[in-house]
C-alpha cells in the first residue's frame, strides 16, 4: 500500500540555522500538507499546496517558512531561520482531493525537529 | 474559526468494557468531522469519518449538530485498541481544507 514518507526522521539543529523537512507524497495524490506538532499539544496546521501554489496557510506560516514542490515527486518545507520554538514533530499529509468530503489526509511518520 | 475539543486527555477501561472518546467542535459553516488514531509508534491514519457513515473495528461516531458532537464509541473495547485518538475538523465549503485537531486522548484497554 502506498505511504508518505518523510526524511530525515530527526533533525538537530542550532538556532538560527536553515532547515529543509523533505516529503514524498503519494504519488497520485494532488494536495500536500505540512502540520507540526510541539511536544504535549495539538497538531496543528501550518499549509496547504496545490498545483504548485499555496493554497491554505495558517498564522503560523510566516515568512520563515515556505513550502516548495521542486520536482515531480518531493515536497519540502523550509524554515529558514530556525528559533528554539520551531522544535517540534512535523508531520507532511497528502489527499488525491481537496474538498473534505473526499479529503483523506494520508500522514507521514513525522519529522522530529529539535532546536539547539 | 474551527476549533475542535477533546476533554478527557487520558481514558483507560477494561477489555470488554464499553469506551466513548468525547469530541466537540466549533465551526459556523458545514462541518466534516473525523476521527485519525494513532498506535504506538505508527503513524497517524484515518479511523472513520462521519460522511462516510462507517463502523470500523467496531468504532461508530455519530453528529450531533444540536450538541455539536462527534463521540466517537466502542461497545466492547479490546486491548489492540490502546492507541491516542485525535478527532479533527475540516470545512466542507472550501477546498484545500485543513484539518483542525483536538488535543487528543490516550485510550488505554486494560486486561
Known amino acids: 500500500e502506498p505511504e508518505v514518507t518523510q526524511t530525515p526522521s530527526h533533525q538537530v539543529t542550532q538556532m538560527g540555522q536553515e532547515v529543509i523537512l523533505r516529503c514524498v507524497p503519494i504519488?497520485?495524490?494532488?494536495?500536500f500538507y505540512w502540520y507540526r506538532q510541539i511536544l504535549g499539544q495539538k497538531v496543528e496546521f501550518l499549509v496547504s499546496?496545490?498545483?504548485?501554489?499555496?493554497?491554505?496557510k495558517s498564522e503560523i506560516f510566516d515568512d520563515q517558512f515556505s513550502v516548495e514542490r521542486p520536482d515531480g515527486s518531493n515536497f519540502t518545507l523550509k524554515i529558514r531561520s530556525t528559533k528554539l520554538e520551531d522544535s517540534a514533530m512535523y508531520f507532511c499529509?497528502?489527499?488525491?482531493?481537496?474538498?473534505?468530503?473526499?479529503?483523506?489526509?494520508?500522514f507521514g511518520p513525522g519529522t522530529r525537529l529539535t532546536v539547539l | 474559526a474551527q476549533r475542535v475539543t477533546q476533554p478527557e486527555k487520558l481514558l483507560s477501561v477494561f477489555k470488554g468494557a464499553p469506551v466513548e472518546l468525547k469530541c466537540n467542535y466549533s465551526?459556523?459553516?458545514?462541518?466534516?468531522l473525523f476521527w485519525y488514531v494513532q498506535y504506538s509508534r505508527q503513524r497517524l491514519q484515518l479511523l472513520l469519518r462521519?460522511?462516510s457513515r462507517e463502523s470500523i473495528k467496531g468504532f461508530t461516531a455519530d453528529l450531533n449538530k444540536g450538541e455539536t458532537s462527534f463521540h466517537l464509541k466502542k461497545p466492547f473495547a479490546q486491548e489492540e485498541d490502546s492507541a491516542m485518538y485525535y478527532c479533527a475538523l475540516s470545512g466542507l465549503e472550501t477546498s484545500g481544507s485543513r484539518l483542525t485537531f483536538g488535543e487528543g486522548t490516550q485510550l488505554t484497554v486494560n486486561p
Open positions: 504519488s497520485n495524490h494532488l494536495y
Open positions: 465551526y459556523s459553516g458545514s462541518p466534516e
Open positions: 499546496f496545490y498545483n504548485n501554489e499555496i493554497s491554505e
Open positions: 462521519h460522511i
Open positions: 499529509a497528502s489527499s488525491l482531493w481537496g474538498r473534505a468530503e473526499h479529503n483523506e489526509q494520508f
